[in-house]
């Protein structure tokens, strides 16, 4: 093997350090040494550090060391600090729509951009065309893996179909952990089973919801991912004029709890609705069928959706789920009959961060 060329390290600023921000920081400062990254700049909500020679902070002392910074944190003064460096990546920990916004800016710069944030590649077709356009100027690279299934490699694997030839027929998975958890208690093939509402109460005491459950009830987490593969597909590069307001959608939300503000009050309220519940439940096995919420991409029919659907006992979307698992199945030209399956943990921190180490991988090789 040739030797390698000795390249400097890649700048990694850090916005966000929340669950995944905090494993991120984690899992970078734990490389064996020497690492092909230095940590340059920390963004929390409270407070913000920059070197642009590298922070001096370790695994255990970086927490402390943002908490004591009284730098207020400003993103735009952030893109000036690194618009003069070399090789450098912002990684977008945040769920912001704000910081999403400002990925064109980085962009045209020359920053890439990591994020398991779906918020900017999920919205207006405007925003995702400066993204594209940003980075085709300057050739600066965005990375968003992580966006879907977390750290399961979906969208890569997708983009390798695509641009060595394949035709993708059709998309279908499970791809929210929490509407998994639920269905996978939910509904089976035994004859019995608990309520609806008690299913989706335990899902929230264990922590697996959102703090109102209608946020992962609505699907509108669902349809931000569809987005986010269809416009990897070239057909439907452009048919997503609002993003993931243009995907179909069903909602779980019963349209009497709409108003329902309050998350502990709407699962309270979810039980005089569980009679309509049962009966879906109660239809689909008659069928020998247990019900999944799922997300299609179906290229040959021209459709994208999220929805409540029947499946046979036997498939795997009813046989091979525990937990929160995510699954991803692939039907393409080269993938018949057969599916290529993507299947394991769809949320948590340490595999979403994981997917964005790879991301950033693939910004050092
Ligand atoms: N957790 C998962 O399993 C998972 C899986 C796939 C994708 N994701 C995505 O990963 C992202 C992070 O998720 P998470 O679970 O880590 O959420 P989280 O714990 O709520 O962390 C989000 C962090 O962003 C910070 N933040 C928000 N707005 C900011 C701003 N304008 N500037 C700087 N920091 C800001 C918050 O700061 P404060 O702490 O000061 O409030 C918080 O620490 C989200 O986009 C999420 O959808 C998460
Ligand atoms: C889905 O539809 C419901 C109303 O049925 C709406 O509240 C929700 O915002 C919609 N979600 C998306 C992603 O369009
Ligand atoms: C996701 O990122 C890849 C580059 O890694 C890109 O080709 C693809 O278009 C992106 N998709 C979206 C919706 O941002």
């Not at 003064?77 to 916004?101: G, M």
């Not at 299934?149 to 035709?167: E, R, Y």
């Not at 692939?330 to 993507?342: A, D, G, K, Q, W």
């Amino acid at each position: 093997m040739p030797a390698k060329r000795s390249v400097p390290p890649l700048s990694v600023a850090v916005i966000g350090t929340g669950l995944v921000g905090s494993e991120l920081i984690s899992q970078l400062l734990s490389l064996p040494s020497p690492s092909p990254f230095i940590l340059v700049a920390l963004v929390s909500l409270t407070g913000s550090l920059f070197s642009p020679t590298g922070l001096s902070v370790t695994k255990d002392t970086w927490r402390s060391t943002l908490k004591a910074s009284n730098a207020k944190p400003d993103l735009q003064a952030l893109v000036e600090q690194l618009s003069p460096l070399d090789r450098v990546v912002v990684v977008d920990n945040t769920a912001a729509q704000a910081v999403a916004d400002l990925y064109p800016e980085f962009l045209r710069r020359g920053i890439h951009v990591a994020t398991p944030n779906k918020k900017a590649f999920s919205g207006s077709q405007e925003l995702y065309d400066q993204i594209l356009q940003a980075s085709k100027e300057s050739g600066a690279r965005w990375l968003n893996e992580s966006t879907v299934g977390a750290g399961l490699p979906v969208v890569q694997t997708l983009k390798d179909m695509v641009a060595s030839g394949d035709k993708i027929k059709k998309i279908e998975g499970v791809f929210s952990g929490t509407m998994s958890y639920i269905f996978n208690e939910f509904s089976t093939a035994s004859p019995d089973g608990p309520s609806f509402s008690s299913v989706v109460r335990v899902a929230k005491e264990k922590g697996y919801t959102e703090p109102h459950p209608a946020d992962d009830l609505n699907g509108a987490d669902v349809c931000r991912k569809l987005s986010i593969l269809a416009r990897s597909i070239p057909t439907f590069q452009n048919a997503l004029p609002e993003g993931y307001k243009s995907v179909a959608n069903r909602s779980l939300v019963p349209p009497a709890l709409e108003s329902v503000t309050n998350g502990a009050e709407f699962v309270d309220r979810l039980n005089e609705f569980d009679a309509e519940f049962d009966k879906l439940r109660s239809e689909a096995r008659a069928e020998g069928s247990v019900l999944r919420f799922v997300g299609v991409v179906d290229v040959e029919q021209g459709v994208i959706k999220a929805d409540l659907a029947k499946y046979s006992v036997t498939h795997p979307f009813a046989t091979s789920l525990g937990g929160s698992d995510n699954i991803i199945m692939f039907h393409t030209e080269r993938y018949s009959p057969r599916p290529l399956i993507v299947q394991g943990a769809g949320a948590g921190a340490a595999v979403t961060a994981m997917g964005v180490m790879g991301d950033l991988f693939k910004l050092v090789l």
